[in-house]
C-alpha cells in the first residue's frame, strides 16, 4: 500500500467546463475526507465520507460541487460549471477512526487552474 | 464551530536554531492535535501529534507541548536544518466534528544555512 493517491495530480480546464477527480484511499481506511487548499492557506474542509455515507459537507461545497464515495472504497469529487475562484489544490484524506488513535494521512492533491 | 489560529505567519532561523509555532484554538472538547509539515507543491505530512490525554510529546528534534487550560499546543523545534523549512500547519479535532481536521493558516519556516 503506497497511501493516498489522487488523479488527475494536475487538470487546467476552461472556465464553465465540468471536472472530476478520484481518490483512492489507504485500503480498508473507513473514513474520507475533500479538502481544499489555496495558495498561502491552510487546507479547508468540504466534505467527509464513513464508508460509503457522506456525513457532513462544509458550507464552501456551493451546489455546482458534488462528492460520491459508492462502494466506500474509492470517491470523486465533480465540479460542475468550473469558475476561476474553484482554482485551487484538492486533497483526499482517509483514517481508520481518530479516537481510535489513528491519525489522518493526506494524497498528493489534485491541481486544478480554471482559465 | 472549532477556530484554529496560528502564529507567526513566516519564522526565519538560522541552521542549529530552535523554532517554536503557536496555535490556540476555541472548542475546548477538542482533543487531537496534529502537526503537519508540507514542502512546496506536496502533501501535508503529519510530523507529531498529541492527545488531550498527555502535556508532551517528543520525537527526536521536534516536540509538542499542550496546554489544555489555556486551549493552546506549541511545536518546538531545536537544533534545525535547512531541510526543515517548509510551511507548517497545526490542526485540531472536536469529537462533535466527524473528525474534521480543522487547520491553521500555517507558518513559513526558512531555516538559513
Known amino acids: 500500500d503506497t497511501g493516498v493517491s489522487q488523479d488527475p495530480r494536475h487538470k487546467i480546464t476552461k472556465r464553465g467546463q465540468n471536472v472530476t477527480f478520484r481518490c483512492d484511499p489507504i485500503?480498508?481506511?473507513?473514513?474520507l475526507y475533500w479538502y481544499r487548499q489555496t495558495l498561502g492557506q491552510g487546507p479547508e474542509f468540504l466534505t467527509y465520507f464513513q464508508n460509503e455515507a457522506q456525513l457532513e459537507k462544509s458550507r464552501l461545497l456551493s451546489d455546482r460541487f458534488s462528492a460520491e464515495r459508492p462502494k466506500g472504497s474509492f470517491s470523486t469529487l465533480e465540479i460542475q460549471r468550473t469558475e476561476q475562484g474553484d482554482s485551487a489544490m484538492y486533497l483526499c484524506?482517509?483514517?481508520?477512526?481518530?479516537?481510535?488513535?489513528?491519525?489522518?494521512?493526506f494524497g498528493e492533491g489534485s491541481w486544478l487552474t480554471v482559465v | 464551530g472549532e477556530n484554529v489560529e496560528q502564529h507567526p505567519s513566516t519564522l526565519s532561523v538560522q541552521e542549529g536554531d530552535s523554532a517554536v509555532i503557536k496555535c490556540t484554538y476555541s472548542d475546548s472538547a477538542s482533543n487531537y492535535f496534529p502537526w503537519y509539515k508540507q514542502e512546496l507543491g506536496k502533501r501535508p505530512q503529519l510530523i507529531i501529534d498529541?492527545?488531550?490525554?498527555?502535556g508532551e510529546k517528543k520525537d527526536q528534534r521536534i516536540a509538542v507541548t499542550l496546554n489544555k487550560t489555556a486551549k493552546h499546543f506549541s511545536l518546538h523545534i531545536t537544533e534545525t536544518q535547512p531541510e526543515d523549512s517548509a510551511v507548517y500547519f497545526c490542526?485540531?479535532?472536536?469529537?462533535?466534528?466527524?473528525?474534521?481536521?480543522?487547520f491553521g493558516a500555517g507558518t513559513r519556516l526558512a531555516v538559513h544555512p
Open positions: 498529541i492527545r488531550s490525554n498527555v
Open positions: 490542526a485540531a479535532i472536536s469529537p462533535g466534528g466527524y473528525n474534521k481536521l480543522i
Open positions: 485500503s480498508e481506511h473507513n473514513r
Open positions: 484524506a482517509s483514517s481508520f477512526p481518530v479516537s481510535s488513535g489513528n491519525t489522518i494521512y
